[in-house]
Nanobody, 121 residues
């Protein structure tokens, strides 16, 4: 059974930092790319950052460039999202996702359960 399990969300003041973790299990993910999405109530889920397990290809949404860093620890099958200089508008539920390399993020194959990030002003 494939599982993506997120952790690390919470409440932080504006300007603070959080690190989200996503532990992947249940299959070999070497041919997958991993992504972090976020979603506010009533809004569409949007891609924040993505990475291949080789680490050679990363993507960041314009809104988080220079503040967020996505990384992997292959030996742990874990993907991280380091979030710095957090703003109240970063408040969302953050989801980990996996989809095959070479496909788009329009319909990820696997999703985590989500973790709440709340940034207070």
């Amino acid at each position: 059974q494939v599982q993506l399990v997120e952790s690390g969300g919470g409440l932080v003041q504006a300007g603070g930092s959080l690190r989200l973790s996503c532990a992947a299990s249940g299959r070999t993910f070497s041919r997958y790319k991993m992504g972090w999405f976020r979603q506010a109530p009533g809004k569409e889920r949007g891609l924040v950052a993505s990475i291949t397990w080789s680490g050679g290809s990363t993507y960041y949404a314009d809104s988080v460039k220079g503040r967020f860093t996505i990384s992997t620890v292959n030996a742990k099958n874990t993907v991280y999202l380091e979030m710095n200089s957090l703003k109240p508008e970063d408040t969302d539920v953050y989801y980990c996702a996996a989809t095959r390399v070479g496909t788009t993020w329009s319909a990820p194959e696997y999703w985590g359960q989500g973790t709440q990030v709340t940034v207070s002003s």
